[in-house]
């Protein structure tokens, strides 16, 4: 696994530079922009500072290849899972407002079925398990998707149509741990 740090500047609009209450969660999500790279990702997270594409980041992209960037610390906010209103789970676990103490990584994918190729998967299984480590995260309770904390977003498309691959996940980030 090798991570890239590559943050993007302090701004309003994706590295807001607010501390996380604490880190409680992983969030996965796809980038639902089939064949762009991670450093694409990095770089509209980076573009958003001008305001002209709303809010939005994450603290991690992991490429089709498997490289990854971290785009903000991790101990500071991203703009990867705010919504108008949660789903009961992630309000019990995450309380109002789950950008607060989640940690949000992003998947590149190949096509708009939103599978992702072995690299991105095991190098973020490798990620997460890193992150389980460092912050004492149980990979069956706290890994978790974007669709589960707000409802109606499908994101990642994948997980949630093969939930299988989803378990899966988490099984293999228990296996290293
Ligand atoms: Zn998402």
Redesign the pocket.
Known sequence: MTITEMLIPVNEYSRPAKSLKNISGI????V?NPKSSALANRNFFETKQYGQHGYGS?HYVVDMSGSIIQCIPDKEMAY??GSKSYTEYAYKKYGSYPNNCTI?I?LCHPDWEGSFTDETFTAAVELSAELCRKYMLNPYADIT???NI?GW?S??KWFGSHPEDFQLFQLEVADIL
């Open positions: 969030v996965l999500h796809w639902a994450a990867h899972c949000g992003e998707t974007h669709r707000v977003k994101c990642p």
